[in-house]
């Protein structure tokens, strides 16, 4: 019996026009939007290949005095992730390298600076297509399921028989979302046909597995779309009202919940920009320098104005040995002030930020969307995880840097007494050509689902609730 | 010889809406097997919500109705194996082609190994024309609908038939042709409970007729009693009326 409610409401769907009207849609549009993206990978990759070939050519010939000048910046590069042709995320915005001085480390652009302005309006990718057409196509399937069958008596004529309302409700909402989701199979399936075509390696590592993945979240983003117009379906007599309602939906939790999120969050959780907590480090660490070259000009004087001349070149004099124990007390001390009180700086912004970022996602994450779009972001290496991993890379290689080259390479600024100022210089010798390589760790699977359990979480409640209201509603429906 | 056990069966049946509007009020009706039971009465009287309770599509208020012997409310699954229903308008599948209309029904039904023939056959015992028995229904008249439901009702081949308002809106030459099928059935031996307002019809096919009036049951005679009867003078005699005491 409900595969006979399965078979007619595939059938009854394939007969409308909307079967081929969508069919024409999904089989244009993602296969179209997997093509466009496939060639701006490819573009993406040869630019970091290039830039990294010259990178590398660039810091095997540098001198330890170029170094001492303070002029030499290592680049660490980003390569472009593969799937970031399902979707784009923060590729756009991450910096595309990040350079690494003896100050410190600095963002590079990002490709967004390339971008054309249409893409102020989303990026035209899998996931937008999924999020802003296919969601409202799954809405407006659904739209007529419980609804049409009541507005044209039917569903009175099936209620006739000896068939249960559960089977009645679950055979066409499998039928429905049978008939939304073979085109986009199709289209997904052809959009794959693209990317092998123009060469993109999708069969390495754990990437299939990864692309099953997004296939498979968009599936059940889809069909969590079918059961909430089910559900409104189920709620209204006319399919009009339900479309009306359905549409209200759709803006809803596409466009307004998932931007709530951010705002309220910064409302409840309000913090520093980065560039009021960048400033104050840059005048704390102003003023640990000015203290401690203060401190050390005083110390200067103090051991070196009585001395005889030239005692302060003679490495030999009991003067100088004594300069030398101070002076690396005193940078010693200094380093590690600053370390301690820039990193409490850091560490209380971090933390700030990460309690007002946890809120916004869980605000957002009650959208369907929003979990969506983070769960597929993350699965392409492009979203959160991806954003945190760069970030961690950068502060991994910067402290390998500051431990293989500029550790080596000492400046040391005095301001005596008298208010003169005198600059010293010390290097180590440093093989350039084996300085470490910038990299960002993998991310696994596991990574993605731990990151994500509250998107997965979100996408069931959004398949369970629904459902269960649209089946309440059908269940104690008075047919009259 | 005693008379069959009837197939129909509303034993006190009352149901009162949610907004308090008393749509039938204790309701006794029998039909046996063979029996055409014409129920007649304005808009309101509580024809359809005595289909509606019978099909189980709302619960009652009091009462019990029954289809050959199982409570419609107990067991409604079962009850309606036991019974066919056609309504006043056909509601069909447009997109779909008469057989496959047909084809569908008869699986929900609990027909499921009818061949493409067996379909055929029923739809040229009701004279549905044979062109369009593969033809999409959204473009079928009211009378080839109306046929196409009655061959809905035959493939189920159920012992009780419920029709709500069948000869509605149908010409003079379709309204016949579907009273000669229900002949054909009730000599089959179903249990034939029609809602209409169609007095002459209900005349010439009803073995009894009931007339209905704000929920109540306020008349019923036999085939033999209307022989001596004129039932037009009846029914607009119980319409003018005074309305009943609640």
Known sequence: MWKTIVKKELLENILSYRFPLFGLIAMLLIPLGMYVNQLDYAKRVRDYDEQVRLSTEAASSLSIQEVMAGTVAIKGFRRPALLSVYTRGFEGTLPRYYEFTQEGTKPGESSSSEESILSVQGKFDFVFLVQMVLSLVALLFASDVISGEKEAGTLRAMLSNRLPRDAILTGKVAGGYLALWAPFAAAFLTGLLFLILGGIPVFGGDTPAKILIVFFAASVFLLAYFVLGTMVSASSSKTRTALVAILLVWAFFQLIMPKLGDMLAAIVHPIRTETQVSLEKSLLAGSLGMETAKELGRQYDLIFGSAPKGAADDEASPERKQWDGVKAGIEQGAKERKAQQLGTIDETYRQQKRRQQELAINLSLVSPSAAFARLVADVCGTGELERTKYAEAVQAHARTLDGALFSKVKRTLMIHAGGGTSLGFSAEPVDFKTLPQFTIAPTSLADVFKANWKSLLSLLFWLVAPFAAAYMRFIKYDVR | ?246
């Not at chain 2, 082609?97 to 699986?107: I, M, Y």
């Not at chain 2, 061949?115 to 009211?142: C, G, H, I, P, T």
Request: proline residues 4%; glycine residues 6%; hydrophobic residues 40%.
């Open chain 2, 1 to 246: 010889m005693t008379d069959p056990k009837p197939i129909l069966k509303a034993d006190d049946l009352s149901k009162r809406y949610e907004d308090g509007i008393l749509a039938l009020d204790h309701l006794n009706l029998e039909v046996r097997p063979g029996e055409v039971y014409c129920l007649l009465g304005a808009n309101g009287a509580g024809k359809t919500t005595t289909i509606n309770l019978f099909l189980n599509f709302i619960p009652p208020t009091t009462g019990t109705c029954f289809i050959n012997g199982v409570d419609v409310n107990k067991d409604p699954l079962e009850a309606k194996k036991y019974v066919a229903f056609v309504s006043e308008n056909v509601m069909l599948y447009g997109n779909f082609t008469a057989r496959q209309n047909l084809d569908f029904f008869a699986k929900l039904g609990g027909k499921t190994a009818l061949a493409k023939n067996d379909y055929y056959q029923v739809m040229r015992r009701v004279s549905l024309q044979e062109k369009a028995f593969d033809q999409r229904v959204k473009n079928f008249s009211k009378g080839m609908r109306q046929k196409l439901g009655i061959s809905i009702a035959i493939i189920k081949d159920a012992p009780a038939i419920l029709l709500d308002e069948p000869t509605s809106g149908l010409d003079p030459k379709a309204a016949t042709e579907f009273l000669e099928i229900m002949a054909e059935l009730k000599n089959e031996g179903k249990a034939i409970l029609m809602s209409t307002h169609d007095i002459f019809r209900a005349k010439e096919i009803g073995d009894r007729v009931g007339i209905m009036k704000e929920g109540r049951l306020v008349m019923e005679r036999t085939r033999q009693e209307l022989q001596y009867e004129d039932l037009v003078k009846i029914y607009i005699d119980y319409m003018k009326s005074e309305p009943l005491a609640v």
